[in-house]
T-cell receptor, first 117, second 114 residues
């Protein structure tokens, strides 16, 4: 149980285009979903927290207009990287929690590798 | 602001050794602490979760302890195997305004050679 999927697993896009990444909880309802970014040889940095039906809460320094997050249902959250640039190339990982604000265990997706050329 | 530090940054051991990975955090007002494993290019696998009221958790060859007052946790791996080679990440979930958010350490890269 507690499986989280991400799609796509990797994507290459041209600079200036937008890319959408999906995060799904397959066997539980996720009250809260989190989006993280991981640069090579670095740890995970939280980008934003989203609760179903609410606007996402972004961490300091994360541009909300560039990284659009939608948590439209209890099993799906999407991250759209708008007008992507090479510096946005990274490994994006989502996590989902069945409780508010992830008070208990967060279950992580397999990640999406984004390369912007 | 919560900061999490992991020592050592990298560790290489022969198969069969028992080993200890260390994690320290600056703000003791945590809700829980988790240890994760990450294989290259992959997502995270949760190994152990310790609630702030607990002192340790065990799963198979893994044992994690938590000393909240001193801001420390250790992950003990018994009888290491080559399949244990991965990056191990420690993360804390803070209380108050940081409720539920995970702050990660930089990780320990473990290599177990046959």
């Amino acid at each position: 149980g507690a499986v989280v999927s991400q799609h796509p697993s990797w994507v290459i896009c041209k600079s200036g285009t937008s890319v959408k990444i999906e995060c799904r909880s397959l066997d539980f309802q996720a009250t809260t979903m989190f989006w993280y970014r991981q640069f090579p040889k670095q740890s995970l940095m939280l980008m934003a927290t989203s609760n179903e039906g609410s606007k996402a809460t972004y961490e300091q320094g994360v541009e909300k207009d560039k990284f659009l997050i939608n948590h439209a249902s209890l099993t799906l959250s999407t991250l759209t990287v708008t007008s992507a640039h090479p510096e946005d190339s990274s490994f994006y990982i989502c996590s989902a929690s069945p409780t508010l604000a992830g008070a208990y265990e967060q279950y992580f997706g397999p990640g999406t590798r984004l390369t912007v050329t | 602001k919560q900061e999490v530090t992991q020592i050592p940054a990298a560790l290489s051991v022969p198969e069969g050794e028992n080993l200890v990975l260390n994690c320290s955090f600056t703000d003791s007002a945590i809700y829980n602490l988790q240890w994760f494993r990450q294989d290259p290019g992959k997502g995270l696998t949760s190994l152990l979760l310790i609630q702030s009221s607990q002192r340790e958790q065990t799963s198979g060859r893994l044992n994690a302890s938590l000393d909240k007052s001193s801001g420390r946790s250790t992950l003990y791996i018994a009888a290491s195997q080559p399949g244990d080679s991965a990056t191990y990440l420690c993360a804390v979930s803070g209380g108050g305004t940081s409720y539920g958010k995970l702050t990660f350490g930089q990780g320990t890269i473990l290599t177990v050679h046959p």
